[in-house]
């Protein structure tokens, strides 16, 4: 499934664990990285292992934000080590691909201690720098990558973007925004998961610009807060008449089809052929997945 909602939580902080598993987030992030302070990393790294190592539920997706840094190595380790319950590494800052054959060989190895499949352990890597956007095409392609992260907070700073004016609304990051999409078709992986937003509370802002990134290829986006699981899921959900619309299309070109013709016309009239029916198909694969 590709998940619509992804839940940061902080590593630091079991007591919200099964809260999070709890809020109807289609994947929990439990975060190693920015939301622990220095002085608590190792028993945050404690913490999560042993919760990942008790977990056997199938929903949501369970992934751990590691590290950068000479942490990264012993994050892997005790993380992918705990057991099968982990469904991926959120790897924060890639600034190349060669991070990433790293990243493969520090899991492969983790999986092997454990007696877990070599290959079960999928990546999710953050574009959040210069670097790493202008890397995106060879990042996508790497070992193991599932499908990326844009990390909008991270590469303002980095790039000297002022975002937030009411007058832009997000078109600041439009270049990265439609880069990150395009690699990941290129490459075959996953849609990439749209950027978090830190104002919780204006739900309508949220989401009006989680629709933006969907209509730019998203089909997905990071939360911060427990508060956004359901605006956002609502956003990446296929409506009913989207629905109905999607399908009569894939009927009629198959009808078409049947009778002997490439093409054929729309409920409105219009011609439709297998470049349209993509689109619709993929709305039904999202149907499927999310049942």
Known sequence: MTPRSHLYVAGDNPARFAKAVASGADAIILDLED??????????RAEVARWVGQWSGSAPQIWVRVNSGPRRG????????????????????????????????????AEQDAGLPIGSVVVAPLIETAAGLLAAREIAR????????LGEAD????LGVQPGHPDDAGTEFLYARSLVVTVSAAAGIGPPVAPVTTDFRD???????????HRLGYLGRACIHPAQIATVNAVFTPEPDEIRRAQDLVDRLTAARDSGAGVTLDANGRM?????IRSARRTLGLVRAQA
Do not use: N, Q, Y
Request: net charge negative.
């Open 35 to 44: 939301a622990v302070a220095e002085a608590g990393k190792d028993l945050a």
């Open 74 to 109: 012993d994050d892997i380790a005790a993380v992918v080590g705990a057991g099968a319950g982990l469904t991926g590494i959120c790897v924060p800052k890639v600034g190349d691909a060669d991070e990433l054959v790293e990243v493969d060989r520090l899991i492969g190895t």
């Open 142 to 149: 790497a070992p193991r990558v599932a499908f990326l992260h």
């Open 272 to 276: 439709i052929d297998e470049a349209v």
């Open 203 to 213: 739900l309508d802002a949220l989401s009006a610009s989680t629709g933006r990134l």
């Open 155 to 158: 590469l303002a700073a980095d």
